[in-house]
């Protein structure tokens, strides 16, 4: 099933299946990733995401960056809980530490520098750079690059980034702050080869170029890319997708690795003007730079093999919603809440060496952490309805304790009001054959290291509730006949589910956002069981705590990234190794994703 926002994309689906070599039997790699690629869609949501696949695509033929191998969910408050804007949330990406809003990689109480993920490589003399659509010292690529006690500062962060912590590469829109600014004649006097168009961009011998400055525009955020008349009239501005690649061919250049963010502030900007035509072509533009990043990978011998490339948001922006589906090409509905910032986690897609470390929920604090370990042994598997091609049966089904209304199980979205029932309201989750040595399954000699149940879920439309939530443990083995299962007595009592919940959350209040709870004790109870011989299919409860109208999307769901997952990471023994298909199927679309497996010794 092909994607519908590029006429090229059959190179793109090729570039998928031929990243690397099949091995019938996969096992993690030791060192951290020589190379890294942050891809930022500034202020870039969950709905955004949605919405801009639902106009162009259609539900269910995902972007390229929501079939990459490994998912999370990741909040991202500034100092203090306060909404985050674009330079705490990006300071706490690049160096760990939580920062007040405004600050640029210094340290909150004393305006310390912090030391950076820009900075880790170059140290480890690898080569480093900075795109963005933004004027090049804003707060994104500065967070990475400088350090400033107030985003505001443009001249010191460009002398940062001219005398102290030269990128190789630094492309984005000319700014005109305070002397020197990122500008054409600061950039010459600092050495740099200068560009400042398409053109002149892509005329660069990337084999022998060092350092190379494309300084855009006239000053500020390069154009939306709806405004095609901006892009293709005088001043001939590249895309980001076009920087993309540039830039990748000189930093490729170092046979010691790399660094790159690639950033997408229009996407932000959509989100503060409340523009539906803007969001839905700004997402597209992330998932053409993830097509750029897949085509460089490609056409090198390793493919992916020792590069993490991570698709995220630094926050959300607009809080956005929408339920409506009119068909490709025509906008739906849509509801904004903000014209700012909001709390709503994003997601985060990961492929390539580490990406199994990005799973279930996280932190922004936590990505150049991540993205830099040594990933020893570590595995994770994914259960949803309809991902992947495997005998493994791996299905959710969701009951409504009262009333008893039986089309419920099946319903692509569950409605649970305690208004209408009368009473206190559940929802059934479960899933079958986790455990075993075949294809799919978690190996009956792991290590369960952490697991999380991943759900869509949010408000009803008249009835907005903030409250939390709960999930609970099964005890027992799912039996259809059992009242565990029957839509008339819902749950009978303690005696099926485990009395203290295994996680809690907060009730959003869109109709859909990603909640994700910690279930690592329950896998590990399981796990204990099966290597007994004892069977079970398993599942939890979900219950609100006086919760009165909410939504929860099943597995019924058409958009299949709305339906249930869980997620597991394990590790086996070193000698072990874990059973995959040669081909991984990304979320059962038939559109294999190949990696190529560095073997380890005894492996």
């Given at each position: 099933?092909?994607?519908?926002?590029?006429?090229?994309h059959?190179?793109?689906?090729?570039?998928?299946?031929?990243?690397?070599?099949?091995?019938?039997?996969?096992?993690?790699r030791a060192?951290?990733?020589?190379?890294?690629i942050l891809?930022?869609?500034?202020g870039?949501?969950?709905?955004?995401?949605?919405?801009?696949?639902?106009?162009?695509?259609g539900?269910?033929s995902?972007?390229?960056?929501?079939?990459?191998?490994?998912?999370?969910?990741?909040?991202?408050?500034?100092?203090?809980?306060?909404?985050?804007d674009?330079a705490?949330?990006?300071t706490?990406m690049?160096?760990?530490?939580?920062?007040n809003?405004?600050?640029i990689?210094?340290?909150?109480?004393?305006g310390?520098?912090?030391t950076?993920?820009?900075?880790?490589f170059?140290?480890?003399?690898?080569?480093?750079?900075?795109?963005t659509?933004?004027?090049?010292?804003?707060?994104?690529?500065?967070?990475f690059?400088a350090?400033?006690t107030?985003?505001?500062?443009?001249?010191?962060?460009?002398e940062?980034?001219?005398v102290?912590s030269?990128?190789?590469?630094?492309f984005?829109g000319?700014s005109?702050?305070l002397?020197?600014?990122?500008t054409v004649?600061?950039?010459?006097?600092?050495?740099?080869?200068?560009?400042?168009?398409?053109?002149?961009m892509q005329?660069?011998?990337?084999?022998?170029?060092t350092?190379?400055?494309?300084?855009?525009g006239t000053?500020?955020?390069?154009?939306?890319?709806?405004?095609n008349t901006?892009?293709?009239?005088?001043?001939?501005?590249p895309?980001?997708s076009?920087?993309a690649t540039t830039?990748?061919?000189?930093?490729?250049?170092?046979?010691?690795?790399f660094?790159?963010?690639?950033?997408n502030?229009?996407?932000?900007d959509?989100?503060?003007?409340?523009?539906?035509?803007?969001s839905?072509?700004e997402?597209?533009?992330?998932?053409?730079?993830v097509?750029?990043?897949l085509?460089?990978a490609?056409?090198?011998p390793?493919g992916l093999?020792?590069?993490l490339v991570v698709v995220?948001?630094?926050?959300?922006t607009?809080g956005?919603?929408f339920?409506?589906?009119p068909?490709?090409?025509?906008?739906?509905?849509?509801?904004?809440?903000?014209?700012g910032?909001?709390?709503?986690?994003?997601?985060?897609?990961?492929?390539?060496a580490n990406?199994?470390?990005?799973t279930?929920?996280?932190?922004?604090?936590?990505?150049?952490?991540l993205?830099?370990?040594?990933?020893?042994?570590?595995?994770?598997?994914?259960?949803?309805?309809?991902?992947g091609?495997?005998?493994?049966?791996?299905?959710?089904?969701?009951?409504?304790?009262?009333?008893?209304?039986?089309t419920?199980?099946?319903?692509?979205?569950?409605?649970?009001?305690?208004?209408?029932?009368g009473?206190?309201?559940?929802?059934?989750i479960?899933f079958?054959e986790?455990?075993g040595n075949?294809?799919?399954?978690i190996?009956l000699n792991?290590?369960?290291?952490?697991?999380?149940?991943?759900?869509?879920?949010?408000a009803?439309?008249?009835?907005?509730?903030?409250?939390?939530f709960?999930?609970q443990?099964?005890k027992?083995d799912?039996n259809?006949s059992?009242?565990?299962?029957?839509?008339?007595?819902?749950?009978?009592?303690?005696?099926?589910?485990?009395?203290?919940p295994?996680?809690s959350?907060?009730?959003?209040?869109?109709?859909?956002?990603?909640?994700?709870?910690?279930?690592?004790?329950?896998?590990?109870?399981w796990?204990?069981?099966?290597?007994l011989?004892?069977?079970?299919?398993?599942?939890w409860?979900l219950?609100?705590?006086?919760?009165?109208?909410w939504?929860?999307?099943?597995?019924?769901?058409?958009d299949?990234?709305?339906?249930?997952?869980?997620?597991v990471?394990?590790?086996?023994?070193?000698?072990?190794?874990?059973p995959?298909?040669?081909?991984?199927?990304?979320?059962?679309?038939?559109?294999?994703?190949?990696?190529?497996?560095?073997?380890?010794?005894?492996?």
């Open positions: 099933m092909a994607h519908r926002y590029q006429s090229g059959v190179a793109v689906l090729l570039a998928l299946a031929t990243l690397g070599a099949a091995s019938g039997w996969a096992t993690a060192e951290a990733p020589k190379n890294v891809i930022v869609g500034d870039m949501g969950y709905e955004q995401t949605r919405l801009s696949r639902y106009y162009f695509n539900t269910n995902l972007y390229n960056f929501e079939q990459f191998s490994n998912f999370a969910i990741m909040t991202h408050d500034a100092a203090g809980g306060a909404v985050t674009s705490a949330s990006a706490a690049a160096t760990g530490v939580k920062v809003n405004g600050n990689s210094t340290a909150a109480d004393n310390t520098p912090l950076t993920l820009l900075e880790q170059k140290t480890a003399g690898k080569s480093t750079g900075l795109v659509t933004a004027y090049m010292t804003d707060a994104t690529p500065a967070a690059g350090h400033a107030h985003r505001s500062q443009d001249g010191n962060i460009a940062d980034y001219f102290r030269q990128p190789n590469v630094l984005g000319a005109t702050g002397t020197p600014g990122f004649g600061a950039a010459n006097t600092a050495g740099y080869t200068v560009v400042t168009n398409k053109a002149s005329a660069i011998n990337t084999n022998t170029a350092q190379v400055a494309g300084v855009f000053g500020g955020t390069l154009p939306y890319n709806f405004d901006a892009y293709s009239g005088v001043s001939a501005l895309r980001l076009e920087m830039a990748l061919n000189i930093l490729d250049n170092n046979a010691s690795g660094f790159l963010l690639l950033e502030e229009l996407t932000d959509a989100g503060h003007g409340n523009s539906r035509t803007n839905v072509h997402v597209r533009q992330v998932a053409q730079t097509d750029s990043v085509a460089w490609n056409n090198r390793q093999s020792d590069t995220l948001a630094d926050h959300e607009g956005i919603s339920s409506d589906y068909g490709t090409g025509t906008l739906p509905t849509v509801a904004f809440s903000t014209t910032h909001s709390k709503t986690p994003v997601g985060v897609y990961a492929m390539g990406s199994e470390l990005f279930g929920k996280i932190d922004n604090t936590q990505i150049s952490a993205a830099t370990a040594s990933n020893d042994n570590a595995h994770t598997k994914y259960f949803r309805q309809g991902l091609p495997t005998p493994v049966t791996m299905d959710t089904t969701i009951r409504q304790m009262s009333p008893s209304d039986a419920l199980g099946t319903a692509a979205t569950l409605k649970v009001d305690a208004d209408d029932g009473g206190v309201t559940r929802a059934l479960k079958a986790l455990f075949g294809p799919g399954q190996p792991a290590t369960i290291t952490s697991a999380y149940l991943t759900v869509h879920t949010g009803t439309t008249n009835d907005v509730s903030l409250q939390e709960s999930i443990r099964m027992i799912w259809e059992s009242t565990w299962n029957t839509l008339v007595n819902g749950v009978s009592g303690s005696g099926e589910v485990e009395t203290t295994d996680d959350g907060q009730m959003p209040d869109i109709l859909s956002e990603m909640v994700a709870f910690g279930v690592t004790a329950s896998l590990q109870s796990l204990a069981d099966a290597k011989g004892i069977d079970k299919n398993f599942g409860m219950g609100g705590l006086a919760i009165d109208g939504v929860l999307f099943s597995s019924e769901a058409t299949i990234t709305q339906r249930p997952m869980l997620s990471s394990f590790t086996v023994p070193e000698a072990a190794a874990v995959e298909p040669a081909a991984l199927s990304i979320l059962g679309l038939g559109i294999p994703i190949l990696l190529r497996a560095r073997r380890r010794r005894g492996a």
